[in-house]
Structures are given as C-alpha cells and as structure tokens.
C-alpha cells in the first residue's frame, strides 16, 4: 500500500493489457452508448471513423479496470478526472494503460492527506494513444508521519 509520502513524483507504472473484441464493443454500445459507428460495421464505415469503434465511455471503463492493477493507494477520494480521446479504439486492439504522478501537495486543510495528481495514457498494441486521462485523488499519509 502507498502512502502520500511513499509517491514521488514521476514515478511511472504500466499495467495491461486488454483486448477489445467486435463483441464487446457492440455489446457494451447495446447497454450504455448506442451509436451506429459502435453498433454496425456497415454504418461505421460510413462514419467519419471508417469502421467500427469503441465508446469513450467504454475505453474509459477499461482504463478503469487496468487502474485496479496498478499498486495499491491509500486513497480516500477521488477529487475529479479530465478525459481526452485523441484517436478510437477498436476491435483486436490490445490496450494497455501508462501513468505518471505529476504532481502532490499536502492538504491544507486535514494533515493526514494529501492531493496526487496522475496522467494516464491508455495506448494501443502501436503505441497509438485511445485515452488520456488526468486524475485528482485524495491519499492517506501514513499514521507515523
């Protein structure tokens, strides 16, 4: 487990990867995001992404999900996030997620926290970038700092 104190910043961890499959991406659009470039491979070649792609909100839950494999964080909040989808994902691509601390400071209001700032980039099997992601959270000092 990683305190506030025990996270420098710089410090980079990658962690991965998951593969997209056509089933996947259409069966999420189905549920949560159901635009035609996600759904249909004959109107997403009519699409201004010429074939099918995965949601934003569905490359998202990836990166999610490869955050949980990352080391663990004494985390108690997380204070907000900013998303950038710069190029789409889409089926067979083999994503695997980036992250940096960029920046920490201590909380001036409670002494046992402190605010870490992460960017994550969430790039294909080309090191082609699908998602990049700036997270603000709040994490415990250690009790004997």
């Not at 992250?99 to 294909?124: F, W």
Request: proline letters at 5%.
């Amino acid at each position: 487990m990683q305190y506030f104190d025990d996270i420098p910043i710089g410090q980079k961890e990658m962690v991965g990867q998951i593969e997209l499959t056509r089933s996947d991406i259409i069966e999420f659009a189905k549920r949560w995001d159901p635009q035609p470039f996600h759904l249909d491979e004959n109107a997403a070649q009519e699409s201004p992404f010429r074939g099918l792609t995965a949601s934003g909100s569905h490359i998202f839950c990836v990166a999610a999900r490869l955050t949980h494999k990352l080391r663990r964080v004494a985390l108690i909040a997380g204070l907000g996030q900013e998303l950038r989808f710069p190029n789409p994902a889409r089926p067979r691509d083999r994503l695997t997620l980036n992250t940096e601390c960029v920046d920490k400071r201590e909380s001036r209001s409670n002494a046992d926290r402190g605010i870490v700032v992460y960017e994550h980039r969430l790039t294909n099997q080309d090191g082609v970038v699908v998602l990049e992601m700036k997270s603000t959270i709040l994490v415990a000092k250690r009790q004997n700092a």
